[in-house]
């Protein structure tokens, strides 16, 4: 396709510019300029898109903070060899029944690591079966994107851990506790990753049973019943003050360690 402009200036410098992804990645364009006879032709080659990678959630069937999930990302490539590749993953957690008003929420982990792994996360949309959107994000050095969408099922926590067949559903008691077993654990261990992936669990989980509590407050008593949250709001007071003071714990352990090397 040709284009064809012509400007006429006072000024020795004319400058032709696009805005934000105007020209098709991975392609080819050449530019002529011409000025009072004189010619002068450059070409251009927009980045390539990473390509080629898949998505995998191990296993594709779970529940809510007690199975432990790995998500892959393999066969990402680069055609214009920008390397390294980055690598972001992240899950859309329900908040309400509002799907589409969603937002996608970062789980953190090593970014040159095309995978996550060990990582617990909150139950999936009741109204979608429990499907819980997982995504990877793939960008190059010169910030070409790419991403991928996968779902995995994630189910309720059991009551007793799902020790045996007749497990129901957790109580939000069972669940607080859950919860503050796996902030402990993370601080012990010292790893500040693994706190933050907690943090990111728990952070899912609050927003949607503050979500819940707001819709039952708003209601009337003539109203459709509201699912009953997971956790009150005293519970969640205590769960917030545990995570508070298991990651300052953890910060203080880490600076520590740091100064002393």
């Known amino acids: 396709t040709r284009l064809a402009l012509s400007a006429l200036s006072p000024w020795a410098k004319v400058t032709l510019s696009f805005r934000s992804a105007a020209l098709v990645e991975g392609s080819y364009y050449s530019f002529r300029l011409t000025c009072d006879g004189v010619t002068a032709d450059v070409t251009v080659t927009t980045n390539a898109n990473p390509v080629?990678?898949?998505?995998?959630?191990?296993?594709?069937?779970?529940?809510?903070?007690?199975t432990s999930f790995t998500a892959t990302s393999p066969l990402w490539r680069d055609v214009d060899g920008d390397y390294p590749?980055?690598?972001?993953?992240?899950?859309?957690?329900?908040?309400?029944?509002q799907f589409r008003t969603a937002t996608w929420v970062q789980i953190p982990s090593f970014t040159e690591q095309w995978f996550v792994d060990a990582v617990y996360l909150p139950q999936g949309w009741t109204n979608l079966s429990y499907a819980?959107?997982?995504?990877?994000?793939?960008?190059?050095?010169?910030?070409?994107?790419?991403?991928?969408?996968?779902s995995a099922t994630v189910l309720p926590m059991r009551s007793n851990g799902g020790s045996n067949a007749t497990s129901g559903t957790a109580s939000s008691q069972q669940v607080l506790s859950s919860l503050m077993a796996l902030i402990a654990n993370a601080s012990a261990a010292s790893f500040p990753l693994r706190l933050q992936q907690v943090v990111t669990v728990v952070a899912a989980l609050v927003r949607r049973d503050l979500s819940i509590l707001t819709s039952k407050s708003s209601s009337t008593s003539g109203g459709a019943p509201q699912e009953i949250p997971l956790l009150t709001s005293s519970q969640l007071l205590t769960l917030a003050g545990l995570l508070v003071a298991n990651a300052n714990a953890t910060v203080a352990q880490t600076d520590s360690s740091q100064q002393s090397m």
Not at 85 to 97: E, N, Q, R
Not at 132 to 150: E, F
Request: glycine content about 10%; some cysteine.
């Open 52 to 66: 080629g990678g898949s998505l995998t959630i191990v296993p594709a069937t779970g529940y809510s903070l007690e």
């Open 85 to 97: 590749l980055t690598y972001a993953f992240a899950i859309l957690p329900p908040v309400g029944t």
């Open 132 to 150: 819980l959107p997982v995504q990877c994000t793939v960008v190059d050095v010169l910030s070409g994107v790419a991403s991928i969408n996968v």
